[in-house]
């Protein structure tokens, strides 16, 4: 008895390990849009970022603001491997559309489907 129990509990930790290493898919509109993109060609469209620093894992943090439109404005945090291609964006400040829409960061930002 002891001994199916460890078998399935070394079972259940193998399967566990395997489940968190997977990396996961992105999930927002602008993240479908822009992970994998070119920070440059971010940057070069949209304007140049407000800030920049490193963060511990090597990557640097680009914090960028803009889409100023009818007192609406977006702002995003975009994460940058050291091939300056965007690795992970997300939105600080955005306005949801009340009609259940694209966001204004959406819009703004070409990943409105």
Sequence with gaps: ???????????????????TATPTA??????????GQSAG???AAYGP??????AADGTTLYSWRGG???????QVEIGVNSNYEIRKIRTVVDRKDPKGGPSHCE??????K
């Design 26 to 35: 992105p999930a927002t509109a602008l993240e479908q849009r822009w992970i």
């Design 1 to 19: 008895m002891f001994l199916r129990f460890a078998l399935l509990a070394s079972l259940a930790l193998a399967v566990t390990g395997c489940i």
């Design 68 to 74: 100023y439109i009818n007192r609406k404005v977006c």
């Design 41 to 43: 060609r971010f940057f």
């Design 107 to 112: 819009k703004f930002l070409d990943a409105a």
């Design 49 to 54: 970022p407000l800030r920049d620093m490193e």
